[in-house]
C-alpha cells in the first residue's frame, strides 16, 4: 500500500499565498521532490477565478472591494468559485502516469479523484454522485465542484465542499440572482446548490470532518495517508510566487 503525505495547511486570511502554495506543491511534485500529496485547506471570504477567466465575468468586483472579498486567479481551469470559512477544499497531486489514473482520459480522471470526497461523505450518511465534468451532488443539489491543472507529467486536482457557507454571500459576490424554486436556493442558472449541514441537518467540527474525509480517500485510493509538512523548497517557491505572481493585478485582472 503505498503512502501519501497529508497537508493540512492554510493560510486563510490570505488566498493569494493559499494559491501559491497549491503551485508550489504541484512544482515539487514535477520535481519528484515530494511525494503524491493530498491537502486540506481553506480561505476566508476570496472569489477565487479560473485560468482563462474573464474577471468581469460572473463576479461583482465592486461588493468583493466593497467587502473585503479577495479575488484571485487560480492556475487551474474552470469558473469562479465563491470561499469563506465554511467551505473546505481539498488538494489532490499526482503523477500523469500514477498507476491510479493511468490511462484514463480527463473526464475519467476527474471521476475518480472524486471518488474519495464521495466515499468520506458517505461514512457521514451523505449519498454524493459525481456528475460530468467535474461536479458531487447530493440528489439535485450541487454541493461539491473541482477544477484540475495538468503540465510536465503532473496533475492537481482540487475542489471545494460547501459545509456551512454564507450562501447569500456567495450569490452576492459571484454576481448571480438567487431564485426559489420549490422552496430550494439556486442560482440565475437553476443550479441548486447544498451545503453538509443541511444534508446533515447539524454541525460538522472542521478537524473531525478533514479525518472523516482523509480516511474517505485512504479507502477509495488504497493509500496510506501520513501527516507531513510543507517542505523548505516548497515554503521558498510559494514565496516567490506570491511575490512574482499571486500579488500582482497583472496576473489576477488580465482577463
Known sequence: MQQWRLLDTET????????????????????????????????????LIGYSQNVNAGVNLKFCERGGIQVVRRFSGGGAVYHDLGNLNYTIVLDVDHQLIRGLDIAESYKFLCSGMIEGLR?????????????????????????????????????TLLVNSDLDLLMEALDVRPEKVSGKRVCSV?????????ELGWEVEMTSLKVILARGFERAFSIR??????TSLEQETAQNLY?????RREWNFWR
Open 12 to 47: 486563510s486570511v490570505d488566498a493569494l499565498m493559499n494559491m501559491a502554495i497549491e503551485e508550489a506543491i504541484f512544482l515539487a511534485r514535477v520535481e519528484k521532490a515530494v511525494p503524491p500529496t493530498i491537502r486540506f485547506w481553506r480561505n476566508d471570504r476570496a472569489v
Open 123 to 159: 461514512t457521514l450518511g451523505v449519498q454524493a454522485s459525481f456528475r460530468p465534468s467535474s461536479d458531487l451532488f447530493v440528489g439535485e443539489r450541487k454541493i461539491s465542484g473541482s477544477a484540475q491543472s495538468r503540465k510536465r507529467g503532473v496533475v492537481l486536482h482540487h475542489g
Open 190 to 198: 437553476k443550479k441548486p446548490v447544498t451545503r453538509l449541514r443541511d
Open 243 to 247: 511575490r512574482d505572481k499571486y500579488s
Open 225 to 230: 495517508l501520513a501527516q507531513g509538512t510543507i
